[in-house]
């Protein structure tokens, strides 16, 4: 489950607390989105994640083998309940070596990959990651400039 919930990490940039609360309902897997409502995000603004490769592959395995009810969350623990992937991250990481490593850095990853993206901007930007502010979006906009010859050309 910790496999599936990093590769969504990875591919969406949303935070740990919007996948381990993610439900089957808010998934389209024919539209490979995932819909995040108002109350599941940080800044209280539904957004929509799109989910491609891997992330993509894993999901739709997954979704073959989900219970009955779409109230039920995509990658549940054991016990039923939200799967506690921060401190599962944590063991794991200390385990091989890289106390260094928490899941949120899989965000800023993210950020800055896909802030080199032919026509990104620092609004879109945000909008992808559902920042609030474009200081955040900020951070990652030193990649943008990199490809700014090619835009103006």
Known sequence: ???HIFAMLMATGARTSEITGLRWRDADIKNKTIRLSSSSTKNKQARTLFVAGRAW?????????????DDSLVF??????????????????NRIGYDWFIPHLTR??????????????VQ?????????SWQMAQ???HAMQSD??????
């Open 139 to 141: 951070r990652c906009a």
């Open 148 to 153: 700014n010859h090619d835009v103006m050309a």
């Open 108 to 121: 800023h990853t993210w950020a800055s990959r896909v802030s080199t993206m032919p026509g990104m901007t």
């Open 57 to 69: 592959g894993r999901l739709d395995e997954h979704s073959k083998i989900r219970p009955i009810s």
């Open 76 to 93: 549940p623990y054991y016990t039923g309940a939200e799967y506690p992937a921060t401190r599962a991250f944590r063991k794991a990481s």
């Open 124 to 132: 879109r930007l945000c909008q992808l990651a559902g920042w609030s």
């Open 1 to 3: 489950m910790l496999g």
